[in-house]
């Protein structure tokens, strides 16, 4: 029997691969798919351990999966700073406009 390829290895790979830099978008892009990389990963990894004689392509897969944690882990750290970075500048900016108000009376 002749071996196929690994349904999603290449979407996989693909996706892991653009997760990376666009996690660097305030980390929302690269979030999303890292876990859409992620799951589809899961699937094809337990589609290849049941059957490992009919499929290749386990290479791209594992490949797309490191790159898809890798741009899960980048973009949730950008998420992280950026929250915090915006609730610091919104606990300045409504304390000064509540001293400017306070000072107004």
Do not use: W
Request: glycine share 12%.
């Amino acid at each position: 029997m002749e071996k196929r390829e690994l349904p999603n290895a290449t979407a996989v790979l693909v996706l892991g691969i653009i997760s990376i830099p666009t996690s660097f978008c305030y980390g929302i892009i690269g979030i999303v798919l890292g876990i859409i990389t992620l799951v589809l990963s899961n699937r094809d990894l337990k589609r290849y351990r049941e059957e490992p004689e009919l499929y290749t392509g386990l290479q791209n897969l594992n490949a797309g999966r490191i790159c898809g944690i890798i741009g899960l882990s980048i973009g949730s750290l950008f998420f992280i700073i950026f929250l915090i970075y915006f609730i610091f500048v919104g606990t300045l900016l409504f304390s000064a406009l509540g001293a400017g108000a306070a000072a107004a009376h």
